[in-house]
T-cell receptor
Framework: GDSVTQMEGPVTLSEEAFLTINCTYT??????LFWYVQYPGEGLQLLLK?????DKGSNKGFEATYRKETTSFHLEKGSVQVSDSAVYFC????????????FGAGTRLFVKA | EAGVTQFPSHSVIEKGQTVTLRCDPI?????LYWYRRVMGKEIKFLLH????????ESGMPNNRFLAERTGGTYSTLKVQPAELEDSGVYFC?????????????FGNGTRLTVT
């Protein structure tokens, strides 16, 4: 079945460092890909999405490019802030799976001042 | 617009007891989903309602779990009797459109601890 694998955390960075969180997926069809973020004490919220190959999703300085050839959707940010500390979830929605959203295990990010 | 609300935020119960979780989706959202995250692992799908009908309940672990959505508004998830392995965070989400491109709007979750 469909699945999402993302790098284990926690990831600890200093403020203004470059961030990469790796995400790879397996899917039967042609899924849409998402990154969700969960800030402390809150629910998950959509960070960005991409719906087809080579699309780049971006929001709040974060970017991820849908790479069909490597089945990847890595999350990047050029300069992280303390306020970016959160848990990040990679996810996919596959039409052949009834559009059920499948999530990875989450990667916790700590950013130190 | 009010977001997805879940109640309670925390629940601690003993093994064998019953717990009922409630979710109020965003008004007008026909699609309602339940998910669960156990011990820092991936968030797993439990089931999906379209209005009051169960569209997909393939993720429900066993018959100790019962979800309802009477009238197509709020939903409840009952666990009876609870077991230790049911501990985790239960998330509810809703969406207006049922498609692969529609993001999910999540509640803050209910943290269930079974002792």
């Amino acid at each position: 079945g469909d699945s999402v694998t993302q790098m284990e955390g926690p990831v600890t960075l200093s403020e203004e460092a470059f961030l990469t969180i790796n995400c790879t997926y397996t899917a039967t069809g042609y899924p849409s890909l998402f990154w969700y973020v969960q800030y402390p004490g809150e629910g998950l919220q959509l960070l960005l999405k991409a719906t087809k190959a080579d699309d780049k999703g971006s929001n709040k300085g974060f970017e991820a490019t849908y790479r069909k050839e490597t089945t990847s959707f890595h999350l990047e940010k050029g300069s992280v802030q303390v306020s970016d500390s959160a848990v990040y979830f990679c996810a996919l929605s596959d039409p052949t799976g009834g559009f059920k959203t499948i999530f990875g295990a989450g990667t916790r990010l700590f950013v130190k001042a | 617009e009010a977001g997805v609300t879940q109640f309670p935020s925390h629940s601690v119960i003993e093994k064998g007891q019953t717990v009922t979780l409630r979710c109020d989706p965003i008004s007008g959202h026909d699609n309602l989903y339940w998910y669960r995250r156990v011990m820092g692992k991936e968030i797993k799908f439990l089931l999906h309602f379209v209005k009051e009908s169960k569209q997909d309940e393939s993720g429900m672990p066993n018959n100790r779990f019962l979800a309802e959505r009477t009238g197509g508004t709020y939903s409840t998830l009952k666990v009876q009797p609870a077991e230790l392995e049911d501990s985790g965070v239960y998330f509810c989400a809703s969406s207006q459109v049922y498609s692969g491109n529609s993001p999910l709007h999540f509640g803050n979750g209910t943290r269930l601890t079974v002792t």
